[in-house]
């Protein structure tokens, strides 16, 4: 098969490589869309250990079974493979257990290729009203999902009446926006650098956004709900200053240090400050019910290019050249 392979930091080749096979419970899924993750792009700087070259990254994906009685099928992917005894999926909450494996990371190779084996469990069935295209963007959804509704459970007020502000407006923060949104809030801000991304978001989606450090950024003491898309000094610093008493931060990025946090505010103001990572099966569930029945938005914030191409379209991220929030690779 082909397939587009880490291979030292900074590159990647598109090449051969050999045809999965599938081991006990597994199927095998042709990838018909995959997305590029922000721990994609950690991986191909050298950032992420977990995913030492050279190594088939990608894990946001969609296709179709090969072979077997469900062969043709329609399905996207959950890449968290979870054993179903541990006692982290017993208590609900397998996205923490401490065996867990990911597409992407050793010992299963990713999805930035034709052809994917995974557990059978982690297959969702979509209809064929789903664009194959969106149901690859049911993962990066989930793990939004998951952060929203996080602190919603933290909040003491209803949603409907939350001041939420999003701190990134890549494919983390702006579909954390959309679930928003979805969820009841009326009130969402957008921060994001990026001009060409934020012309996407407000054109796009109809969302406020503002660059951050400028006038158009949330006043101090006024916001009830900051989820932190990105994860770096600026943004948990700038999430503990516009962050009401009494309010909620969910910190999302993965970017590495602490530096930021005003650990006396929080103390002082009792500021609720919690992590999420990834997503529940129910998460996951949701989310795809949601995209199949065409709930969160127009969904126009990303764009396609061949796998063969997946090279340039890193160096495009890295550059901050593309307007999308999310680039959908094509096997």
Known sequence: ??????????????????????????????VEAVGICGS???????????????LILGHEAAGR????????????INPLVIDPAC?????????????RQILSMPPRPGAFAEFVRIPERNVV???????????????????????VWLGAQKLQQPFATARVAILGGGAIGLAAALVSR??????IRIGEPNPLRRQTIASGEGFAVYEPGTD?????NSIDLVIDAVGARSSRAAACAMVRP??????????????????????????????????????????VAALSDRRLGGLGWFEERPLSAGAAAFEAIDAGTTPAAKIVLRP
Do not use: N
Request: charged share 20%.
């Open 246 to 287: 009494g309010g909620v931060i969910v910190h999302a990025g993965l970017l590495p240090g602490h530096e930021g946090l005003d650990i006396r505010k929080i103390t002082l103001q009792e500021i609720t400050l919690t992590g999420t990572y990834c997503y529940t099966p129910v998460d996951f569930a949701h989310t």
């Open 125 to 147: 069935a979509i209809p064929d009203s789903l664009p194959i295209e969106h149901a690859a963007l049911a993962e990066p959804i989930a793990v939004s999902w998951h952060a």
């Open 87 to 99: 006692p982290s999926a017993i208590a609900g909450r397998p996205h923490l257990s401490p065996s």
């Open 65 to 76: 079974i090969v072979g077997g009685p469900r062969d043709g099928q329609r399905v996207t």
């Open 1 to 30: 098969m082909k397939a587009l392979v880490y291979t030292a930091p900074h590159s990647l080749a598109f090449r051969d490589e050999p045809d999965p096979v599938p081991e006990a419970g597994e199927v095998i899924v042709r």
């Open 40 to 54: 994609d792009m950690h991986a191909y700087h050298g950032h992420d250990a977990r995913r030492p070259a050279p």
């Open 182 to 187: 979805l969820f009841g809030a009326a009130d």
């Open 216 to 220: 158009g950024e949330p006043a101090e």
